[in-house]
């Protein structure tokens, strides 16, 4: 059995691909400082795999502390989700995003490399292709023109990922970029649920439909796409959970850096996820178009075809699953919701 160090595992993503893993037998090693997330996330993880798991709080930034887990754990392998990703506070906060996203991920790598540890993936995002690709995004493209310090902190971490790799051949590493990842697991006790006013398209969605805002702005209605409204790759969180599963089982063939984008390949614009929405949920979404929101594109999607080909995964639910999980998860964390 291998026993696997997953960083950020409270969170939305690291919630879903533990669930994946212990259901694959794996062994399950959450580190996480509940910053963006609470502990009974754990135990919902517990309630939907009836399985057990370490779990230490712990920030990555307290090298200490980190250190702790790797003496008392043999670990074969990290995923590493832990970061803050809100673009906007990114712009206001670019030392607190530089310091806690690459200093934390600098001292993993210090204690993967003590305690001769050397395999990892890590939560990249579509974000390091930039503005000037043409899409869709293939894995081979030039990298780092990102707009943002969030996206800048991600091409960071790649590049140094890139050049560990490159210095000590033992290591195996895979880069991750992620598209838009929305949904929530089908028993609705994980799922992605952002204090305040959210700034992600489908959150805020969600909380249209549960009355506490009175509608959506869609950013752009002139852009040149299908319908004017902004396009993405939106991708089921239980796709990607199995993603990374994946990405585990082929980390261990060889060592080197391997990069994969993990989205659909299929672009939606912001008025056919609105329609998909109500149509799933029953629930009108009233909505005004709003004027472009800056440092938006207007449309990008994955070429998702190396994932499919080399790691032998495929995203397999629709937009229609996405919406539907998403308004289930909200559902239960919120019961007197104009849905039920
Ligand atoms: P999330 O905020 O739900 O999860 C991140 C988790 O990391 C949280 O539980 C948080 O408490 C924890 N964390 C943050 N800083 C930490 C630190 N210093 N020490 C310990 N724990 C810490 O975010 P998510 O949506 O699950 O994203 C996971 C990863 O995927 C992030 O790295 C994110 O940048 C990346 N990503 C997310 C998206 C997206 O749209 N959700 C897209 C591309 C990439
Ligand atoms: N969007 C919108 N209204 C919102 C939030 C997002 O119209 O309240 C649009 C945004 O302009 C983009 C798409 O929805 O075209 C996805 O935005 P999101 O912030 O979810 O993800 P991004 O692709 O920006 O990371």
Not at 66 to 95: N, T
Not at 212 to 233: A, E, H, I, M
Request: charged fraction near 20%.
């Amino acid at each position: 059995m291998k026993h696997i160090l997953v960083t950020g595992g409270a969170g939305f993503i690291g919630s879903h691909t533990c669930v994946e893993l212990l259901q694959n037998d794996y062994s399950v090693i959450i580190v996480d400082n509940f910053i963006n997330s609470s502990p009974e996330v754990l135990d919902s993880i517990h309630r939907i795999t009836k399985k057990d798991f370490a779990f230490y709080q712990c920030d990555l930034l307290d090298e200490d502390n980190l250190s702790r887990v790797f003496q008392e754990h043999s670990i074969d392998a990290i995923i590493h989700f832990a970061g803050l990703k809100a673009v906007g506070e990114s712009v206001r906060q670019p030392i607190r995003y530089y310091f806690n996203n690459v200093s934390g991920t600098l001292n993993l790598l210090r204690q993967m490399e003590q305690h001769g540890v050397n395999r990892l993936v890590f939560s990249s995002s579509a974000t390091v292709y930039g503005e000037n690709n043409p899409i869709p995004y293939r894995e081979d493209m030039p990298t780092g023109q990102t707009t943002n310090p969030y996206g800048t902190t991600k091409a960071m971490i790649e590049q140094i990922l890139q050049d560990q790799c490159k210095c000590n051949s033992q290591w195996g590493v895979m880069l991750l970029r992620y598209f838009n990842p929305i949904g929530a697991h089908p028993s609705g006790l994980i799922g992605e649920n952002p204090n305040g006013i959210p700034n992600n398209l489908m959150p805020y969605i969600t909380q249209v439909a549960t009355g506490k805002l009175p509608y959506l702005n869609v950013f752009g209605n002139d852009y040149s796409t299908s319908d004017g409204t902004g396009v993405r790759d939106y991708i089921h969180v239980c796709d990607l959970a199995r993603g990374h599963v994946k990405a585990v089982e082929s980390l261990f063939d060889e060592g080197g850096t391997k990069i994969y984008n993990l989205g659909t390949g299929r672009g939606s614009s912001v008025l056919e996820v609105v329609k998909t929405f109500e149509q799933q949920s029953g629930v009108p979404i009233p909505y005004q178009f709003a004027p472009r929101r800056a440092g938006d594109l207007a449309e990008y999607y994955a070429d998702a075809s190396k994932a499919e080909r080399e790691l032998n995964w495929q995203a397999e639910y629709s937009l229609a699953d996405m919406c539907r999980d998403s308004w289930n998860f909200i559902q239960k964390q919120t019961p007197n919701t104009t849905g039920e």
